[in-house]
């Protein structure tokens, strides 16, 4: 039984992991820049639509499946054969954390600004410049995060 956790544990941590890491990735590479293309309204108006389309169960079970999996597979792997994986575990536990702390730091506060546009008469001109460059930057290191946890959960899988 042990043994199967193990292993389910790890594997779904892997891919949840894998999931978000991409969803920030693909911003990185494509929503970003797209809407970067985009005229001062558009861009604010769009985002605002993206920030509230997002929270949902699709992306909340990878953003808090990813780490939580992890804690399981750290605590499945302390008794038994396979002890030897426990820094990997850690490490990406690590990075979730540093995921996490990104996002509730920087990002939402940004998102949750953005969706004050308009509606506290700042211009969308200034909103945007005070988000855009920032939020970039932000989400730019927390998909390396996503990815460490990921690169880790994926070693300790295959070294397995």
Same mark, same amino acid.
């Given at each position: 039984?042990?043994? /199967?956790?193990?292993?389910?544990?790890?594997?779904?941590?892997?891919?949840?992991?894998?999931?978000?890491?991409?969803?920030?990735?693909?911003?990185?590479?494509?929503?970003?820049?797209?809407?970067?293309?985009?005229?001062?309204?558009?861009?604010? %108006?769009? /985002?605002?639509?993206?920030?509230?389309?997002?929270?949902?169960?699709?992306?909340?079970?990878?953003?808090?499946?990813?780490?939580?999996?992890?804690?399981?597979? @750290?605590?499945? =792997?302390?008794?038994?054969?396979?002890?030897?994986?426990?820094?990997?575990?850690?490490?990406?536990?690590?990075? =979730? %954390?540093?995921? +996490?702390? @990104?996002?509730?730091?920087?990002?939402?506060?940004?998102?949750? &600004?953005?969706?004050?546009?308009?509606?506290?008469?700042?211009? =969308?001109?200034?909103?945007?410049?005070? /988000?855009?460059?920032?939020?970039?930057?932000?989400?730019?290191?927390?998909?390396?995060?996503?990815?460490? &946890? +990921?690169?880790?959960? &994926? %070693?300790?899988? +295959?070294?397995?």
């Amino acid at each position: 039984m042990i043994e /199967f956790l193990q292993s389910a544990s790890l594997l779904t941590a892997m891919l949840t992991s894998g999931l978000l890491a991409g969803l920030f990735y693909a911003y990185s590479i494509s929503v970003m820049p797209g809407l970067g293309r985009a005229d001062d309204t558009s861009f604010i %108006v769009s /985002f605002q639509g993206i920030n509230e389309a997002i929270i949902n169960g699709w992306f909340m079970a990878s953003f808090i499946g990813g780490p939580l999996l992890t804690i399981v597979a @750290i605590g499945s =792997h302390i008794p038994g054969e396979h002890r030897d994986l426990l820094p990997w575990l850690v490490a990406a536990a690590a990075a =979730h %954390v540093s995921t +996490f702390v @990104i996002t509730g730091r920087v990002n939402v506060p940004l998102n949750n &600004a953005l969706a004050a546009a308009g509606e506290d008469s700042t211009p =969308h001109s200034q909103a945007r410049e005070r /988000f855009e460059t920032r939020w970039n930057r932000w989400n730019n290191v927390r998909t390396l995060t996503s990815l460490a &946890a +990921f690169f880790c959960l &994926a %070693v300790a899988l +295959f070294v397995r």
